[in-house]
């Protein structure tokens, strides 16, 4: 009996010391990355954050860097995941090798690594210790019979002197990391606030504008657009503005560029055209509206057949739309982009010229296309009546649109005197702050619609802002 109870006490004590070892594997192994060995950068950060605030020393910095291995990428398609994990095993042990108590290499998210240093006290000693990881990454391996070469690109941040605090230190180097594919200095990037928070607030941005429409954030300005010899109206340019729910009002000169780089400008630009169709064809007064078109709306090929449905589903008569169409617009595909214009002016649509003078063939772009309208930029027209050299400039482009029998419209009004040089030289059409600022549909709606139809019209313009119409 008295075995017996001895062996059970032995056997549930090595139950529960093995219970305790398997327990503790399993807790190293979640602090520890499997391929590497490396721990990984969570528990590294803490670890050396625990060690930086012991020693006590404030005037040193805690630097953390995510390293991105260029080249991995390219071995991991040719030569398989294998191969590439072997790189990397291969990357790891040689940082590991060359860092002292003060430094450590973990492993990033991805195919990244993390380096972790403290106890630096000044921009050379940081340069150092990534001069010296630098070196190591650029030795070239070989395995498996075949040399690979590999270059380090890292994105760098330092507590105190970049973070507030040190959890924030992985996003400050994951934004400098991105800004390394465009710096042309040097592959090893620190964080800069001004620079890398404007990043990710460009990127929130964008975000956000992906469910403007959704969310009826967007909504059409309208400028107005003169004769220049009677004063009459005779039309306004759509305008896009951003009311964000946040935010304010977003300057386009902010949002555009967004959109165009996100590609949101063809679905953006698709809603500008329509509800700016729905809106004008319940209009009493049949004033005609200019639509700008990106560049990205005339490369898919399908802006003709677009329009033509649009027109058809609004009822806006095909003569009241203009599109005007930027010079950078055709030099990105110049045959393409005039096979698109063509396909336009069969629709019975006007075609403008937007930006005259700005660009550098706008002359061989008027022979090509068949423009109906040239618009003269307004940095030729604000003060043109006192700037002799931007009188001759729009004095010539006037010339020639006569010359070419279409018409011209000068941007950028914005006294009388401006108006009676326009005139004088024979301008045709103009638009700027004499004769109106851009307005929302609000401050147009007498010019355009009886009393008696503002209200009822108003709420169908409303149901515009959903998406599809």
Same mark, same amino acid.
């Given at each position: 009996m008295v075995l017996m109870v001895g062996s059970g006490f032995s056997l549930n004590i090595l139950d529960n010391k093995s219970k305790i070892e398997a327990a503790e594997h399993i807790r190293h192994l979640s %602090?520890? &990355?499997?391929l590497t060995g490396l721990p990984? /950068? %969570? $528990?590294a950060l803490q670890k050396m954050e625990s060690r930086y605030f012991d020693k006590g020393n404030m005037t040193a910095k805690l630097a953390f860097a995510i390293l991105e291995l260029e080249g991995l990428r390219q071995i991991r398609e040719v030569h398989g995941q294998h191969i590439n994990d072997r790189v990397i095993c291969i990357i790891a042990d040689r940082l590991s090798r060359i860092c002292t108590e003060n430094e450590i290499i973990a492993r990033g998210r991805g195919d990244t690594l993390v380096a972790i240093s403290m106890q630096l006290f000044s921009n050379s000693s940081i340069n150092? /210790?990534?001069q010296k990881l630098e070196m190591a990454v650029e030795v070239p391996i070989e395995e498996n019979g075949q040399i690979f070469n590999l270059h380090l690109n890292a994105g760098i941040s330092h507590f105190p002197e970049n973070a507030e605090e040190v959890a924030l230190l992985p996003g400050q180097a994951e934004l400098a990391l991105t800004r390394t594919a465009h710096n042309k200095g040097s592959n090893i990037v620190v964080y800069d606030r001004n620079i890398d928070e @404007? $990043?990710?607030t460009l990127s929130a941005l964008a975000m956000d504008l992906?469910?403007?429409?959704e969310r009826e954030e967007l909504e059409l300005y309208y400028q107005p657009q003169n004769d220049v010899m009677t004063g009459d109206l005779i039309g306004f340019e759509v305008l896009l503005r951003w009311n964000h729910a946040e935010r304010g009002m977003i300057s386009p000169d902010n949002f555009i560029p967004l959109a165009e780089e996100t590609g949101l400008i063809i679905p953006i630009g698709e809603w500008v055209l329509r509800t700016a169709c729905e809106c004008a064809a319940g209009w009493d007064k049949p004033y005609k509206i200019a639509v700008n078109v990106a560049p990205a709306q005339l490369t898919t090929g399908d802006l003709p057949a677009k329009v033509r449905q649009i027109l058809k &589903?609004? @009822?806006l008569p095909h003569q009241r739309l203009e599109l005007e169409i930027t010079e950078t617009s055709i030099i990105e595909d110049h045959l393409h982009t005039l096979h698109v214009v063509q396909q336009l002016k069969q629709i019975g649509i006007s075609l403008a010229m937007d930006d005259f003078g700005t660009g550098y063939s706008s002359l061989s772009m008027l022979q090509t296309f068949p423009f109906d $309208?040239? $618009?003269i930029d307004r940095s030729f027209i604000s003060g043109v009546s006192e700037n002799p050299h931007s009188a001759a400039i729009a004095r010539a482009t006037i010339v020639l649109a006569n010359g070419l029998q279409i018409n011209s419209l000068a941007e950028?009004?914005?006294d009388q005197k401006d108006l009676n040089f326009l005139r004088e030289i024979g301008c045709h059409e103009a638009q700027g702050y004499f004769f109106g600022k851009p307005m929302p549909f609000s401050g147009i709606e007498e010019m355009v619609n009886p009393r008696e139809n503002a209200v009822t019209f108003n709420k169908k313009y409303k149901l515009a802002l959903v998406p599809g119409g």
């Open positions: %602090q520890m &990355d499997p990984l /950068f %969570q $528990k150092s /210790f990534f @404007g $990043k990710r992906r469910y403007a429409v &589903d609004t @009822g $309208k040239i $618009k950028g009004v914005e």
